[in-house]
């Protein structure tokens, strides 16, 4: 459960990362692809090494989806409807990684943000994305 | 038996030779109070965990990361042998502390957090599966006793 303040907070963030979208979006699916190697077979169409175009449009594209998100919580399930759509009947990425995909956001978030990555932020970041990716799920089965 | 390689090695060296216990074991364990409210089911006896504020300034919570801290330097001391190491450990944790070992990897997650914050953009994604590797080792050998 979001709080008000933690809404405010989260949309807060989201919206300064938004100019450093491609860079924070890049990193997070590069530790992921570092930490959980099985996570890569989703990507054999693109070129995922380090810096490349397709990794940096790529992450950009994951980054605004999720600040749009933020801007209004409440209306999750509208806002991902088309997301929903694609993950669950084209792309039918297994959910599990989607947690995997999470902490590494986190881990991308704690390294640009530093000390301001407070656990009062962290512990509202991990509700929203959690709650993002149960919604992204939504249309699986 | 896990298998480290030099890199791995000598990173987990590297990032414990550095870090300062007496603020990352805090900053660990507080912020797995915050993040993960319900693990605090298990220090009852802290005092004050009502919000944010009072778990970090809490001396008994920063005490225990402490100690969950120099803990964790003994497996940096003996990585090849984490099995050994933590079975006295995994076996407090089972049998008096009744600890449900899916905790262990929300506070490991927590500090791998607090590191990353202090160490920017030289926590790279290599950096950081090789401390996950190790932390989730760790984490398997305190659960390795429970039955």
Redesign the interface.
């Given at each position: 459960m979001l709080s008000k303040k933690e809404k405010e907070l989260i949309a807060d963030i989201w919206e300064s990362l938004t100019p450093v979208a491609e860079d924070i979006g890049a990193?997070a699916l590069?530790?992921m692809?570092?930490?959980y190697p099985g996570t890569k077979t989703y990507f054999s169409h693109l070129d995922i090494s380090p810096r490349s175009a397709h990794l940096l449009s790529h992450g950009k594209k994951i980054v605004l989806a999720i600040a749009e998100g933020a801007q209004d919580i409440g209306q999750l399930t509208v806002t991902l409807a088309p997301l929903q759509t694609l993950h669950a009947y084209q792309l039918r990425i297994d959910p599990t990684n989607f947690k995997l995909f999470s902490?590494?956001m986190?881990?991308a978030l704690?390294?640009?943000?530093?000390?301001d990555?407070t656990?009062?932020a962290?512990?509202a970041m991990?509700k929203y994305l959690s709650a993002f990716a149960a919604v992204l799920s939504e249309k699986y089965r | 038996m896990v298998q480290w390689t030099d890199f791995e090695r000598a990173t987990i060296q590297d990032i414990f030779s550095k870090m300062d216990y007496e603020t990352v074991g805090p900053a660990a364990l507080s912020r797995c109070l915050v993040v993960y409210p319900w693990t605090q089911r298990y220090f009852g006896n802290f005092g004050n965990l009502y919000n944010a504020a009072a778990i970090m300034g809490n001396p008994l919570v920063a005490k225990h990361g402490q100690t969950i801290l120099y803990s964790l330097e003994r497996g940096v001391k003996n990585m090849d042998n984490l099995k050994d190491t933590y079975a006295k450990l995994s076996v407090l944790h089972s049998e008096k502390l009744r600890v449900d070992p899916d905790n262990f990897k929300l506070l490991t997650d927590c500090l791998t957090i607090v590191v990353a914050a202090q160490m920017g953009k030289t926590f790279t994604g290599e950096v950081q599966a090789a401390l996950q590797k190790f932390l989730a080792v760790v984490v398997s050998a305190l659960g390795r006793q429970y039955h």
């Open positions: 990193d590069l530790r692809f570092a930490s902490h590494c986190l881990v704690a390294c640009h943000m530093g000390e990555f656990p009062v962290h512990a991990d | -």
